[in-house]
């Protein structure tokens, strides 16, 4: 089975898949969304956190980070009570907190994008083989900024959740060679093609 066939598994899984997934963010609203999706999805599918984005969108202000990192107890209570929302106060803290790395991040490298996109040169990086093998679910990449993220204070972002991360905002594509947007995304972005890096495989995770 190819990588991409998780697309058919749902209509929501399609549509995220066939324009967004993979596609080169540089917008850091956009980019603090994609960041707290993942945040909040640990431990729960992907399909429910698409279902539950407009819930996550209400709640968060539409992922305007600047709001968001001026939120309080209140807001916390607001969030958890909101129906529909998960029922979890770490991960809405963290979101919060997250938030608040988030500002200083900007204020350090002039926006987010910026600097995480330093971590690869900014290109959108091939890695040799994921196009026709097995996709990792952690690499050398991935735990480098994991430990920098950490150190700034950002949490749930270990090196699983900022390579899926990597995958959703465009710096590593990992769409199947077969795959039409493989082909539009290659020829459509600056991208560099790798070697493979200290790879975590589904079975050793």
């Keep these: 089975m190819g990588y991409c066939d998780w697309a058919r598994t749902s209509e929501a899984n399609r549509k995220y898949h066939d324009t967004e997934w993979g596609v080169p963010v540089h917008d850091d609203r956009l980019m603090f969304e994609h960041l707290s999706l993942e945040c ?9 956190m698409l279902r539950k984005r407009e819930i996550f969108r209400s709640c968060f202000a539409d992922f305007d ?3 968001v990192a001026g939120y309080d107890a ?9 129906p529909g929302m998960i029922r979890s106060p770490r991960k809405v803290q ?16 002039g ?9 690869s040169g900014g290109k959108t990086i091939c890695y040799q083989g994921h196009d026709t093998g097995t996709v990792p679910v952690s690499n050398g ?13 950002f949490r749930f ?17 990992d769409h199947d060679r077969s795959c039409p947007c493989f082909r539009a ?14 790879e975590v495989l589904p079975e050793q995770s």
Excluded: M
Aim: aromatic share 12%; hydrophobic share 40%; net charge positive.
């Design 111 to 119: 926006s987010f994008c910026d600097f995480i996109w330093s971590y």
């Design 40 to 48: 909040l999805q640990c431990g729960l599918s992907w399909n429910l």
């Design 185 to 198: 995304l290659s020829a459509g972005y600056p991208s560099v093609t790798l070697p493979r890096d200290a």
């Design 94 to 109: 963290a979101v919060i907190g997250n938030a608040r790395c988030f500002l200083a991040v900007r204020k350090e490298f």
């Design 74 to 82: 209140s807001d916390e209570e607001r969030i958890l009570g909101t």
């Design 157 to 173: 972002v270990g090196p699983v959740t900022v390579y899926s991360h990597l995958q959703a905002c465009g710096i590593i594509n």
């Design 141 to 153: 990449l991935s735990l480098r900024l994991s430990r920098d993220l950490k150190k700034r204070g």
């Design 65 to 67: 980070y600047e709001r």
